[in-house]
């Protein structure tokens, strides 16, 4: 049984870096890990993701060119390095994990994930 537990999320000024952390636990393979966000009044949205080598990445073009998702995969952890935030990346961060067998080529979907951490509140502030 894999659990994903998230941290690293705050409060920051625009401008400002944080670092996420996602560890998972648990003796199951683990396959693609992402990260997604929820904005209040809004939809779940993709983030990034990174397949199991680490060595494909995906990215939202929301996000592209400022948060890097990389993998340390000796520790079932991913990280999610996101700088020059601005006040519309606010959101709870939530970290996802696919145990399946099967590799795809579309790890931006939430159905591709079948393991979901508890999330992490990011707040910018102008």
């Known amino acids: ?24 636990s648990g003796r199951t393979f683990v396959n693609a890990m992402g990260w997604f966000r929820l904005a209040p009044g809004k939809e779940r949205e993709f983030v990034a993701a990174i397949s199991r080598n680490g060595i494909i990445t995906y990215y939202s073009d929301s996000v592209k060119g400022r948060f890097t998702i990389s993998r340390d995969s000796a520790k079932n952890t991913v990280y999610l390095q996101m700088n020059s935030l601005k006040p519309e990346d606010t959101a709870v961060y939530y970290c996802a994990a696919t145990t399946s067998l099967t590799t795809t080529t579309d790890y931006t979907r939430p159905v591709q994930y079948n393991k979901w951490g508890q999330g992490t509140q990011v707040t910018v502030s102008s």
């Open 1 to 24: 049984q894999v659990q994903l537990v998230e941290s690293g999320g705050g409060l920051v000024q625009a401008g400002d870096s944080l670092r996420l952390s996602c560890a998972a």
